[in-house]
């Protein structure tokens, strides 16, 4: 896979010097061995200890596991710099959990399996006001709802592409040509892609930013499903007040069988001192009960309760509505949120079930920080109801960056 990329790389290299105009200041080394050895080197250790009990599951889950990633970015040489990162992701003691992978499903999941990739490996022209390059990299849009790096879990989810992200005053653009994608239980062979494409573009007002996004995509693994993604937000945080807005429509065609679903998200809060209080309605859409909404490529742990029962949107689809507080105590910030979850189609039932997520992080200073996360989810044991499982989850990590 690195062969590939790094034979690619020759197209990105006459691309990126294209991009370069006359006039533009770009910080160069004054060779190319001075470009390799006069980078920058930045890294981080992330132990975390994850438990889940989950309702019909044999065994608890005890998952003991530390992210290693090692980031090197050299120097620029004619506009060009290339930035690689190790990612390793070990395991303490015995894995008494299901990483999905290691065939033990006695235990609940806690998809971290060990292993390790080159995650990142990227040729890149950065100019004025823009980068463009081609490689394997993060791709990260707006608050990480339709395209992320799935942050959370040890293992990041990366693209390859070619992909440009610039800026020209108030508006900002980012568009991907992506070909495979490493999923976050995937250290070598990745998901092939055909035919897509992520576009995504901004304006900052003075009351917030304007962003509409449209993500076409289909997977190359022979069953001819495409998606089709395309919607608007209006967000910001304009004096104590804070909103959020956001509408968009998913379509997917299976050999012409074409389902759509509509989403909506909704935010409003306040600020008081130095607290935060909100309350959000978010919708995934279902098709007559045949096809929801769902997020792909996102990081979808950050919605819909950390105990990720909703990271696959069920074909009844999702609406959520929850309220949020987030407070500090003693030095260190709290956060507390409620969720109701049911289904968009009720014609087989009703709710799905509610949670509570409980947060208490501390950073110690500019390197480290500590963080305990607690997530019990109560499944509503009726007829019909895929989400009818208890679960909870208690995580506890520390963060190094250096």
Do not use: C
């Not at 696959?312 to 260190?332: E, H, K, Q, R």
């Amino acid at each position: 896979m690195l062969k590939n990329i790094a034979g690619n790389s020759i197209v990105a290299l006459a691309v990126a010097m294209s991009l370069n105009p006359a006039g533009v200041n770009v910080a160069q080394a004054t060779g190319f061995n001075e470009a390799m050895t006069g980078g920058t080197f930045k890294g981080s250790l992330r132990p975390r200890v994850e438990f889940v009990d989950q309702e019909n599951v044999s065994d608890n889950a005890q998952a003991a596991t530390v992210r290693g990633a090692f980031q090197y970015t050299t120097g620029a040489w004619n506009g060009l710099q290339l930035k690689a990162e190790l990612e390793a992701v070990m395991g303490i003691g015995s894995e008494k959990y299901n990483s999905t992978t290691n065939s033990k499903n006695q235990y609940p999941k806690v998809v971290d399996p060990t292993g390790g990739h080159f995650n990142r490996l990227f040729l890149f022209h950065k100019g004025e006001g823009y980068t463009a390059g081609y490689g394997r990299d993060e791709i990260i849009y707006d608050n990480w709802r339709w395209v992320g790096n799935v942050g959370w879990r040890q293992n990041h989810q990366t693209f390859n592409s070619a992909k440009i992200d610039g800026k020209a005053g108030a508006a900002s653009y980012h568009a991907a040509y992506i070909t495979k994608r490493y999923k976050i239980t995937q250290y070598s062979e990745g998901e092939d892609l055909k035919s897509s494409f992520l576009l995504n573009g901004g304006y900052d007002l003075s009351f917030g930013k304007l962003s509409a996004y449209y993500y076409g995509y289909e997977f190359d693994d022979g069953s001819n499903t495409s998606y089709q993604l395309y919607g608007a937000t209006l967000a910001g945080a304009p004096g104590n007040f804070i909103y959020r807005a956001e509408l968009a429509e998913q379509k997917q065609d299976n050999t012409g069988t074409d389902y759509s679903g509509s989403y909506y998200h909704f935010i409003g809060g306040m600020k008081v001192s130095d607290m935060k209080f909100m309350v959000g309605y978010e919708l995934l859409g279902s098709d007559n009960g045949n096809y929801a909404v769902t997020s792909h490529f996102g990081t979808n742990h950050k919605f819909n309760g950390f105990a990720d029962q909703f990271l696959v949107t069920p074909a009844a689809g999702l609406t959520d509505s929850y309220a949020t507080a987030v407070v500090p105590v003693a030095g260190m910030k709290f956060v507390a949120t409620y969720h109701m979850f049911k289904p968009d189609d009720t014609s087989s039932f009703k709710d799905y079930g509610t949670e509570i997520d409980l947060v208490l992080a501390k950073k110690l200073n500019k390197q480290v920080s500590l963080l305990a996360k607690l997530a019990d989810y109560s499944g509503e044991k009726v007829t019909g109801n895929p989400r009818s499982t208890d679960v909870t989850k208690f995580i506890m990590q520390a963060m190094y960056k250096f």
